[in-house]
């Protein structure tokens, strides 16, 4: 049947005040391209309602290694407690922080490949602020350029400071490793200088905070025994708020 044709049969079904018929024809014609149409509607109906209803994230963060499984309200408030400080409207915006990433130096490191991808992938997108994690893991990242040197981030004064506090790496000895990695031959007979002796690198880079002070990140870390770092990632889209967290995370005045 023609389109033509179809359209003469409704007219006639409608001349004949054959309502009934009219909307059997047209079930039997046009059920699917209907069911598409009101498919469409309500997909687009419920992405405006999303990006209508969707609070804008202001400050995103990894906590690396975080195990307490009972700090999931702990952690929503110390985000929802810092805006509201800020006095930031929080029903337009969140903060959000990642707890389920872990890295493991032994044991189970089977997860270590997604959470390093997964990091890599944001840190290069530029979607999140930070990274706080126990040291040792900390050091991994750090070594692999995750984050800035502080002194790109901090004035002096507040390098000043925080000076008590700043974690270090060694260029020196990140590029050992990496000429390592070209020259299979070349194999790094030391481990990684303590990041709390700039005294004892060749080239000192300062590019962590030790937050075992903290006591808003010490509830949380309720079973940490490793010194407790953070970082500002690379790329960071909120820098100057990510500052001002820090600040609230140390109390330090």
Do not use: W
Not at 143 to 160: A, H, K, P, Q
Not at 165 to 191: C, G, H, K, N, S
Request: proline share 4%; net charge negative.
């Amino acid at each position: 049947m023609t389109f033509r044709e179809k359209l003469k049969k409704i007219h006639e079904a409608i001349k004949a005040g054959k309502g009934g018929a009219v909307f059997e024809y047209f079930y039997d014609y046009y059920k699917f391209e209907a069911f598409v149409v009101i498919a469409v509607l309500f997909f687009i109906g419920n992405l405006t309602y999303t990006k209508l209803t969707e609070k804008e994230i202001v400050l995103s963060g990894a906590l690396l290694n975080q195990y307490n499984i009972l700090a999931e309200e702990q952690v929503l408030d110390l985000g929802e407690n810092f805006l509201t400080e800020q006095q930031i409207d929080l029903n337009e915006n969140k903060a959000e922080f990642n707890t389920t990433l872990r890295y493991a130096h032994s044991g189970d490191s089977s997860f270590n490949d997604a959470t390093i991808q997964g990091l890599v992938a944001q840190c290069a997108g530029g979607t999140i602020d930070f990274i706080t994690g126990d040291m040792e893991a900390m050091t991994i990242f750090a070594y692999g350029d995750y984050f800035y040197d502080l002194r790109e981030v901090l004035t002096e004064e507040e390098m000043e400071l925080y000076e008590p506090y700043i974690l270090y790496i060694d260029r020196d000895y990140q590029r050992q490793v990496e000429e390592a990695l070209v020259t299979p031959e070349i194999i790094p007979t030391m481990v990684p200088p303590d990041m709390r002796y700039p005294e004892k690198m060749v080239d000192p880079v300062p590019v962590l905070i030790d937050l075992r002070e903290s006591d808003l990140l010490s509830e949380i870390y309720i079973d940490l025994v490793d010194v407790l770092c953070f970082g500002f990632t690379v790329n960071a889209p909120h820098l100057e708020l990510t500052k001002e967290f820090l600040d609230y995370l140390t109390e330090i005045e």
